[in-house]
């Protein structure tokens, strides 16, 4: 079992900046992947970015060159770094783990906001 939990989200104006936590119970290992998606009243999740235990990288198109992935300490959790937000970004943002058996893990979701 893998407990994940978020933080950081909130309310910003465009263009602004934020920068999600996700603290994970333990740390990542070989064949492990964390990553970040996102959700709209309506809509499905959809992928922001994940990384991998090797730290490989990968972004949906609408986030490339403005938002950028990271481990952290002890490579137990991630981070999202936000910048140039748009409005269209405003969604509740879940922290995902997917772990050697293929099993996924969620955080409970944190919510951005972003005002035109």
């Known amino acids: 079992q893998v407990q994940l939990v978020e933080s950081g989200g909130g309310l910003v104006q465009a263009g602004g900046s934020l920068r999600l936590s996700c603290a994970a119970s333990r740390s990542i290992f070989r064949g492990e992947v964390m990553g970040w998606y996102r959700q709209v009243p309506g809509k499905q999740r959809e992928l922001v970015a994940t990384i991998t235990s090797g730290g490989n990288t990968n972004y949906d198109d609408s986030v490339k060159g403005r938002f950028t992935i990271s481990r952290a300490n002890a490579e137990k959790g991630v981070y999202l770094q936000m910048n140039s937000l748009k409005s269209e970004d405003t969604a509740v943002y879940y922290c995902?783990?997917?772990?050697?058996?293929?099993?996924?893990?969620w955080g409970q979701g944190a919510q951005v906001t972003v005002s035109s």
């Open positions: 995902n783990f997917v772990d050697w058996a293929l099993k996924d893990y």
